[in-house]
């Protein structure tokens, strides 16, 4: 069930619709971003049904109730708006009172949710394809960009052939990945309003025979039938912007879990850097 579109699931139903039923699934398919954050009694109101034959349908589709149908909804929704869109939403779902507390609020939501749901088994499987790739080919663009050169960043430092996957032309997206292969790994970023480029890119290497794994939101993401293995982190919709949060405290797990797999490796290349550094500038030095 959580698998699927929402209104997949409400426009396919096994079950024969009573009126207010019916009525329920028209207003979720014209009004689908209002739907997603509106209590069941506020969602009876407009349609004119009891709260009782909202959470009724709920049940009939599966859910443990409507709070469960309500977070599909969302999930769906997130995916699907515009920026404009975003913003309306924003506006009765957010306290503009306490913007700073709503925001954080969100951040630690979704990274409660994350660490909840995360599998130790594919974080562990995704760390080793990390260290044992001959190149490693990182892609994330449009808001997943900062993850990606961030993750590319500490990877860089860790091993040797790392490439981060600029959003340029299209072309020259495929030219910077023209000599992957099988012994490569191609870690893709992507989370809602998923990235074409990025799409395009993980299956360029796929196609190619590289190992393809990817960091996401949910099973549903299109990067995930092109990955042997995703991680889930969760991200949350902040008025025109997303949670990222969660997703960047995965990517420093991942690096730390790299760091102490390669344990002497590591330390030998920081206490290079170091001695680099401090020839060199490259930070302010301590002032009591």
């Not at 009891?50 to 469960?68: I, N, W």
């Not at 025979?209 to 902040?238: F, N, Q, R, W």
Request: with cysteine.
């Amino acid at each position: 069930m959580k698998d699927r579109d929402f209104l997949s699931v409400i426009n396919n139903c096994n079950f024969r619709l009573s009126k207010g039923q019916r009525a329920i699934v028209h207003f979720i398919n014209e009004n689908y971003d209002k739907a997603a954050f509106m209590t069941a009694g506020k969602l009876g109101k407009e349609v004119g049904v009891s709260d009782s034959t909202v959470v009724r349908f709920a049940v009939d589709l599966g859910y443990r109730g409507y709070p469960e149908m309500r977070k599909a909804m969302q999930d769906m929704v997130r995916s699907r708006l515009t920026s404009v869109q975003r913003i309306e939403v924003a506006k009765r779902t957010i306290d503009e009172n306490n913007l700073i507390k709503s925001v954080i609020s969100v951040d630690i939501e979704m990274l409660q949710t994350t660490l909840q749901q995360i599998s130790h088994e594919d974080f562990n499987t995704i760390v080793d394809l990390l260290i044992k790739a001959d190149h490693l080919y990182i892609v994330g663009m449009r808001t997943s960009t900062s993850l990606a050169s961030f993750f590319a960043l500490y990877m860089n430092l860790l091993r040797k052939n790392v490439h981060v996957i600029r959003d340029t032309a299209a072309s020259e997206v495929f030219e910077q990945m023209v000599r992957i292969g099988e012994k490569d790994v191609c870690f893709g970023i992507s989370f809602p309003r998923y990235s074409t480029k990025t799409v395009e890119s993980m299956s360029f290497a796929k196609a190619r025979g590289a190992h393809v794994v990817g960091l996401t939101d949910s099973p549903t993401s299109p990067i995930c039938s092109l990955s042997s293995v995703s991680l889930y982190a969760k991200s949350e919709m902040i008025s025109f912007l997303d949670s990222l949060a969660a997703p960047l405290s995965v990517i420093n797990a991942l690096i730390v879990a790299v760091g102490a797999k390669t344990g002497q490796s590591a330390y030998d290349t920081f206490k290079e850097l170091e001695d680099i550094w401090t020839k060199w500038g490259v930070y302010e030095p301590y002032r009591k």
